[in-house]
T-cell receptor
Framework: EAQVTQNPRYLITVTGKKLTVTCSQN?????MSWYRQDPGLGLRQIYY???????DKGDVPEGYKVSRKEKRNFPLILESPSPNQTSLYFC????????????FGNGTRLTVT | GQNIDQPTEMTATEGAIVQINCTYQ??????LFWYQQHAGEAPTFLSY????GLEEKGRFSSFLSRSKGYSYLLLKELQMKDSASYLC???????????FGTGTRLQVFP
């Protein structure tokens, strides 16, 4: 089954404790992206990747890192999480950024205390 | 978010027709997506318009006017399961970013 898998679904952590949210897709998609979704603000792009070893900042990259060492994986890293990073995070992939629909993972609800 | 506007909330009755509008910045425009998102779930793709006109997919249709910077999603024969948020998203020329509107929360009542 074609899917985007992100883990964990729920995560509660404390300020400053490094964490990684994993994302994997099995559709051989070149484009992958991370979004955060907050009430009243909608989906905002954090980072995206056009292909292996190619990553670029989205609209809200501060406090986040990503890597794209393999085509299927695109982990999101929070080196020192802060409470303002409490949010719902979605990973998504597509054949390309223009004209191809995004396939979203099921989301990760992160709470930073 | 870069001048994408859509109403925050709408309500409608089961069996009715509802139109959800989206306006966007026209410069550098390359296409418009609509996604559906049920509460607590991931967005799912509904439609993509790049040319002017109406595209119909069953009970859902999407319209685009490039010159006016305007799109709408038309939902016919509303069902309770159509209660969800509807997100429009703008694709730009010479950019790899997809910019989302804040979403329209639709509530369908019996």
């Amino acid at each position: 089954e074609a899917q985007v898998t992100q883990n964990p679904r729920y995560l509660i952590t404390v300020t400053g404790k490094k964490l990684t949210v994993t994302c994997s897709q099995n559709m051989n998609h070149e484009y992958m992206s991370w979004y955060r979704q907050d009430p009243g603000l909608g989906l905002r792009q954090i980072y995206y990747s056009m292909n292996v070893e190619v990553t670029d900042k989205g609209d809200v990259p501060e406090g986040y890192k990503v890597s794209r060492k393999e085509k299927r994986n695109f982990p999101l890293i929070l080196e020192s999480p802060s409470p303002n990073q409490t949010s719902l995070y979605f990973c998504a992939s597509s054949l390309g950024p223009l004209g191809s629909p995004l396939h979203f993972g099921n989301g990760t609800r992160l709470t930073v205390t | 978010g870069q001048n994408i506007d859509q109403p925050t909330e709408m309500t409608a009755t089961e069996g009715a027709i509802v139109q959800i509008n989206c306006t966007y910045q026209t410069s550098g425009f390359n296409g418009l997506f609509w996604y559906q998102q049920h509460a607590g779930e991931a967005p799912t793709f509904l439609s993509y318009n790049v040319l002017d006109g109406l595209e119909e997919k069953g009970r859902f249709s999407s319209f685009l006017s490039r010159s006016k910077g305007y799109s709408y999603l038309l939902l016919k024969e509303l069902q309770m399961k159509d209660s969800a948020s509807y997100l429009c998203a703008r694709a730009g020329l010479n950019t790899d970013k997809l910019i989302f509107g804040t979403g329209t929360r639709l509530q369908v009542f019996p």
